[in-house]
């Protein structure tokens, strides 16, 4: 796969310390983004799965996988691969997307689809820099939201991610 | 015909004939020579002719044109050996003349420079060098340790010390005490205590127990040259809480009764009703409120009131009572909280450098203080500003507040919150098994207490049957240059380990000679810490008795820096990046531990090993060492040397790995260490995270850890949290006015990065922040 990138005791990409991986190639290009590296689908480098998964092993003290980017989900069979591992690993599963997440449930491709199912929590929509803010928790603008995926496949309808209580 | 002569500063002066005769005279007398006046003079004429009938010499020769003609007619006359007297005199005499001149340089830098371009006056963090007080503070310090280095050293340990293969901590105060004291404050307020200004009553309310207890910091700070530590703040403030209550409790009974009942005088009531209840019950007003109390008081006030009217006031009295103790002590904490970062102790404007250490009380008044202080932590000082003072340490313990069903586990996630905004406070844990060894439950005293920046005391080999921390302190400790052994070695690890016990040799007697020094004073040299019974033991002794046996319970310390850098020298690699270092890396730790414990069981002595905190001290090194090795990579080529064990901070690597490979030095090193994450990212908005590495190094046997992240603010808008070149609030740049900047030194807070030493500066910057690994955005 193509990344930008990884992250290991990531504590801004989602709750507890977490393994980010930063696809490369995103085609949202939102002004302002805080990743402009990120967007050219020739940047990067390519990655191993294999050799991310090892990676995340080999931190005990991971609580997630954070698919970032990028745009994951333009390279969703990989992703999956990783969001597998990470299950099986006890691990929870973030993803970041420049896509809503009803645009997500629309789209064709059916590993769009398996990864979606594979996630926790997606963080969706494009960063909107009149909506942005340094007060929301785990997302740049406003108009993203964090969506706690079981929980809306449950209710039929989207449901947000709570945070614990401090 | 010489009538004047050029001094070495310049000067001329009438040439005095006499002063070469007595200089020769003396030289004579240094060989023990047979000849004296009479041959002196003789050959003083021989200088004098062969003087003026030198071309290249000037009719004012130079001093040192003077001495040399002495020393040329000496030999040629056949004196040898009082011409090597004499040169050896020479030596002597320019030695100290060259650190007569070195420290009048110095004083000059103290007067006129700034601190922004002097080292030496930002040596200290905490100390404005630009203030009047603060450079007074400097010539002081400067000169007293010239002037052991030349009178009261020993010269092979002053030798050792200006060489930098050893770094004596706080040399200034060599002949005038010891580091540092946990304060406790339990036996402090029994009965009151003086400052020598007056006498402090016992305290009877929380705002004047949280006062004293500043004051107790501030007296004892200026007979120490360390830091000042309370061991038990929670234990301690919990009877001013218990006071305050009972007083607030007895007050609203009585202004109710007035206020609803006519009652002409209330408060006389009020204390009869309580005193007659405490006379049947045993049981007086408290936060926790028995119902046995209760109905008592009930019952009494019965015969005044209606019994309905009666359950109402007592319902009314407790509800205010409740609710005037969380304000109460949350003043008081507040004004803790400020006080120490705004009462200037010492010359200097140094406010004191203080600890408090708690966590495990769980009466509902050790945990209300505890609270509270957390939340006026967490608030800030007055326009919000993260205080640095004083360094906060929660005592993790399990089975106390460590998993969610035990009792102050609330305060356990309190305290992980406050830290993430504030830095402190920092955590230490008792489970860790050379610390847990030492824990009786109901015994508060056995509960380990660290100083802020990392000073451990705990076993006493002096009195193996008081192992505890309260009212004991390190007398003074001594560095070993790591990498400079490492260097020399070649390689050679059995030489490596041969050469570490010499230096373990000459750091065991110079700390032998310091306590001698500091043994023979009497009480009176330290009227708080001895004079008020601050210190164990000190109660048994009179005002000038002398404080030799009391010391001994205090701890005698050798530390280390650079551990990682000599692993490089040695093996090419450090303890982040093979095993096998980091096998080493503990075989060397261990034996100076197992060298000091030797020497505490051979004579009854503290001698521990420390992980030291380096200030002034990670630049000092290897300045000394780049001049002589040159620049070794991964060795020498950085401004400061790695702080005793840790991994270096420019290395890459998780905060699993780090607690992990840090984790086994902690239960080497008795007299002190400490592990830091540090955290890249605003720790606020994810304490899950937090929270998950408290608990590693819990699980790692970490004695005492902390998390370093980022915590700027913009005094303009009010922002807290990471400020790059622009606040992500208002985004105004920082030309104007400066972005406050909090970092840690030393275990230390520091509000700007102005004060640190340029080793300091160049590690701050190269500090890896545990999260990143080959991260391209």
């Given at each position: 796969?193509?990344?930008?990138g990884?992250v ?8 507890g ?9 995103c085609p ?10 990120t967007h050219d689908?020739q940047?990067g480098?390519?990655?191993?799965t ?5 990676k ?8 997630g996988l954070t ?14 691969v990783?969001?597998?591992?990470a299950?099986?690993?006890?691990l ?5 997307s ?5 645009e997500?449930?629309?789209?064709p ?31 740049g ?6 969506i ?5 496949r449950?209710a039929?309808q989207?449901?947000c ?6 | 015909m ?11 002066v009438?040439f ?7 200089a020769?005279?003396?030289?004579f007398?240094?060989s023990q ?11 003083a004429d021989?200088?004098?002719k062969?003087l003026?009938s030198n071309e290249n010499i000037s ?8 001495q040399?003609?002495v ?7 056949g004196?040898v050996?009082?011409a090597?007297?004499?040169i050896l005199y ?7 003349r060259?650190m007569?001149?070195?420290l009048?340089k110095?004083?000059e830098?103290?007067?006129f420079?700034?601190?922004a371009?002097s080292d030496?006056?930002r040596?200290n963090?905490n ?5 009047a ?16 280095d030349i009178y ?14 050893i ?5 200034d105060?060599?002949t ?6 946990q ?10 205590f ?5 006498v ?14 500043c004051?107790?910091i501030?007296?004892?700070?200026n ?8 061991v ?6 919990a ?8 007083k607030r409790f ?11 009942h006519?009652v ?6 009020a204390?009869?009703?309580l005193?007659?209840v ?6 007086v ?5 028995d119902?046995a ?8 006030l019965s015969?005044?009131i209606?019994a309905d ?10 509800r ?9 002590t ?16 010492r010359?200097?404007?140094?406010v ?12 509902p008044?050790?945990?209300l203080v505890?609270e509270q202080?957390?939340l006026?932590?967490e608030?800030g000082?007055?326009?919000?500003e ?7 340490i929660?005592?993790?313990k ?7 069903e035990d009792p102050?586990?609330?305060?356990f ?8 905004k504030?830095?402190?406070?920092n955590f ?6 050379y610390?847990?060894q030492?824990?009786k ?18 076993g ?7 192992e505890v ?5 390190n007398?003074?400790f001594?560095?070993i240059n790591?990498p400079?052994i ?7 690890v059995?030489w ?6 010499r ?5 065991y ?13 009497k009480?009176?040299n ?13 109660e048994?002794l009179?005002?000038d008795?002398?404080?030799?046996e009391?010391?001994?319970h ?6 280390f820096i ?14 982040g ?7 080493l890396?503990?075989e060397?730790v261990?034996?100076?531990?197992s060298?000091l414990?030797?020497k ?16 002034g ?10 001049e ?5 990579p ?30 086994p030095?902690h239960?080497?090193?008795n ?5 830091y994450?540090?955290?890249?990212g ?9 929270e998950k590495?408290?608990r590693?190094?819990h699980?790692?046997g970490v004695?005492?850890?902390?998390i ?15 400020i790059?070149d ?14 406050e900047r909090i ?26 922040k ?5 991260c391209?955005?």
């Amino acid at each position: 796969m193509r990344i930008a990138g990884t992250v290991n005791d990531s504590i801004v990409d989602g709750p507890g310390l977490r393994f980010t991986v930063f696809t490369q190639g995103c085609p949202h290009a939102c002004p302002g983004c805080h990743n402009p590296d990120t967007h050219d689908p020739q940047g990067g480098y390519d990655a191993d799965t294999d050799d991310l998964i090892a990676k995340m092993k080999k931190n005990p003290l991971l609580d997630g996988l954070t698919l970032s980017g990028g745009e994951p989900f333009v390279q969703s069979a990989p992703c999956i691969v990783l969001a597998q591992a990470a299950r099986a690993q006890g691990l929870n599963v973030w993803a970041y997307s420049g896509f809503t997440y009803e645009e997500l449930l629309a789209h064709p491709d059916p590993q769009v689809q398996e990864l979606l199912l594979l996630c926790d929590v997606l963080v969706d929509g494009r960063f909107e820099l009149e909506q942005r803010s340094l007060e929301l928790r785990f997302r740049g603008s406003r108009n993203q939201r964090l969506i706690d995926l079981p929980a809306t496949r449950a209710a039929g309808q989207v449901v947000c991610w709570t945070p614990p209580v401090w | 015909m010489i009538t004047m002569i050029t001094k070495r500063d310049g000067r001329r002066v009438p040439f005095e004939q006499e002063k070469i005769e007595t200089a020769i005279v003396k030289a004579f007398a240094a060989s023990q020579s047979q000849k004296g006046q009479e041959t002196a003079r003789e050959l003083a004429d021989l200088v004098v002719k062969a003087l003026e009938s030198n071309e290249n010499i000037s009719a004012t020769p130079t001093v040192e044109e003077v001495q040399d003609a002495v020393e040329a007619i000496l030999i040629e006359k056949g004196f040898v050996r009082t011409a090597k007297a004499y040169i050896l005199y020479r030596a002597e005499r320019s030695r100290v003349r060259e650190m007569n001149t070195r420290l009048m340089k110095t004083y000059e830098d103290i007067a006129f420079k700034d601190a922004a371009d002097s080292d030496v006056k930002r040596e200290n963090a905490n100390i404005n060098g630009d203030s009047a007080m603060g450079a007074m503070l400097k010539f002081g310090s400067e000169g007293a340790k010239q002037f052991y280095d030349i009178y009261v050293l020993n010269p092979k340990h002053a030798e050792a010390h200006r060489a930098g293969n050893i770094h004596i901590h706080d040399l200034d105060f060599l002949t005038l005490t010891t580091t540092c004291c946990q304060i406790d404050l339990l036996e402090l307020f029994k009965d009151g205590f003086s400052t020598g200004h007056g006498v402090l009553r016992e305290p009877q309310d929380i705002a004047s127990y949280s006062a004293l207890a500043c004051i107790a910091i501030q007296a004892n700070q200026n007979d120490q040259h360390g830091g000042q530590s309370i061991v038990n703040f929670d234990y301690g403030m919990a009877p001013g809480v218990r006071k305050t209550y009972q007083k607030r409790f007895r007050d609203n009974i009585a202004r109710l009764l007035e206020a609803e009942h006519d009652v002409p005088d209330g408060t006389a009531l009020a204390r009869d009703m309580l005193e007659a209840v405490k006379a049947q019950t045993g049981l007086v007003p408290a936060m926790a409120d028995d119902p046995a109390f209760h109905e008592a008081l009930h019952k009494e006030l019965s015969q005044h009131i209606p019994a309905d009217a009666a359950e109402r006031l007592l319902t009314l009295a407790r509800r205010f009572s409740d609710r005037e103790i969380i304000k109460a002590t949350f003043q008081a904490m507040e004004a803790l909280v400020h006080n120490l970062n705004t009462m200037n102790s010492r010359a200097g404007a140094q406010v004191p450098f203080s600890s408090i250490n708690y966590g495990t009380d769980t009466s509902p008044e050790g945990r209300l203080v505890m609270e509270q202080l957390l939340l006026a932590t967490e608030a800030g000082l007055g326009r919000g500003e993260t205080p640095i003072f004083p360094i906060q340490i929660f005592r993790v313990k399990e089975g106390i507040n460590y998993n969610p069903e035990d009792p102050n586990y609330d305060l356990f996630r309190l305290a992980i919150r406050t830290s993430a905004k504030r830095l402190f406070p920092n955590f230490s844990f008792l489970d860790a098994p050379y610390n847990l060894q030492y824990y009786k439950p109901g015994h508060p005293e056995t509960e380990v207490s660290y100083m802020g920046c990392r000073t451990r005391v705990m076993g006493n080999a002096h009195d193996r049957n008081r192992e505890v921390s309260p009212r004991r302190g390190n007398l003074s400790f001594t560095s070993i240059n790591l990498p400079r052994i490492a260097i020399e070695a070649h390689g050679n690890v059995q030489w490596f380990f041969e050469e570490l016990e010499r230096m373990l040799d000459l750091v065991y007697e110079q700390l032998n000679e310091r306590f001698e020094i500091i043994a023979r004073k009497k009480v009176y040299n330290f009227p708080f810490l001895m004079g008020q019974h601050v210190w164990m033991d000190s109660e048994t002794l009179n005002w000038d008795d002398e404080v030799r046996e009391v010391l001994k319970h205090g701890t005698l310390t050798a530390g280390f820096i650079g551990l990682a850098e000599a692993l490089v020298a040695l093996r090419g690699k450090h303890h982040g990046q093979s095993e096998e270092s980091q096998n080493l890396g503990l075989e060397i730790v261990g034996f100076m531990r197992s060298y000091l414990d030797r020497k505490s069981a051979e004579t009854n002595l503290n001698y521990t090993l420390i992980a030291t905190p380096a200030e002034g001290l990670s630049g000092r090194f290897v300045r000394i060492d780049r001049e002589r090795y040159g620049v070794i990579p991964g060795v020498t080529d950085r401004d400061y040397y790695t702080n005793s064990f840790h991994i270096p901070v420019y290395f890459p690597i998780n905060a699993f790995e780090k607690i992990t490979l840090e984790g086994p030095y902690h239960a080497l090193t008795n007299a002190g260490h400490i592990t830091y994450v540090e955290m890249d990212g605003d720790p606020m908005h994810n304490l899950e995270a937090f929270e998950k590495i408290v608990r590693h190094m819990h699980d790692c046997g970490v004695g005492y850890g902390s998390i370093n992240h980022p915590v700027d603010r913009d005094p303009v808008c009010g922002f807290n949290g990471i400020i790059g070149d622009t606040c992500p609030q208002c985004g105004r740049a920082e030309e104007e006015h400066q972005f406050e900047r909090i970092r840690r030194i030393t275990g230390y807070l520091v509000g700007t990065l102005d004060r640190f030493n340029n080793g300091k500066r160049a590690e701050e910057r190269d500090r890896v922040k545990h999260a990143l690994e080959d991260c391209s955005c």
